[in-house]
């Protein structure tokens, strides 16, 4: 599976984001979809994820109540809708995809990653 991230951007606090993540190359939809986020100096966080039917969601507590995932299975793409943004969700966001593991809000559990899209939140 190839992924790319892409919908970063400089935005004050308050204000909203919605990421993309693209795939391709395999069937998607078997895949649990999560994305990552790594700020300067710091490691790369779990941030939220879902299920390959899109039933199950989880979420950081940071990001709980602002941030909602979701993913449109024909079009191949996973989304991070991001309100409310605080300066401290400022960092590089990363989406990765696995589909035989189960710890998923665990960074090593996935094979795949994108490229990393970045997030500026200016207070």
């Known amino acids: 599976v190839q992924l790319q991230a892409s919908g970063g951007g400089l935005v004050q606090a308050g204000g909203s984001l919605r990421l993309s993540c693209a795939a391709s190359?395999?069937?998607?939809?078997?895949?649990?979809t999560g994305w990552f986020r790594q700020a300067p100096g710091k490691e790369r966080e779990f941030v939220s994820y879902?299920?390959?039917?899109?039933?199950?969601?989880y979420y950081a507590d940071s990001v709980k109540g602002r941030f909602t995932i979701s993913r449109d299975n024909a079009k191949n793409t996973v989304y991070l809708q991001m309100n409310s943004l605080k300066p401290e969700d400022t960092a590089v966001y990363y989406c990765?995809?696995?589909?035989?593991?189960?710890?998923?809000?665990?960074?090593?559990?996935?094979?795949?990653w994108g490229q990393g899209t970045q997030v500026t939140v200016s207070s």
């Open positions: 990765a995809a696995d589909r035989f593991g189960s710890r998923w809000s665990n960074i090593y559990e996935y094979d795949y």
């Open positions: 190359g395999r069937t998607f939809s078997n895949y649990v």
């Open positions: 879902i299920t390959p039917s899109g039933g199950g969601t």
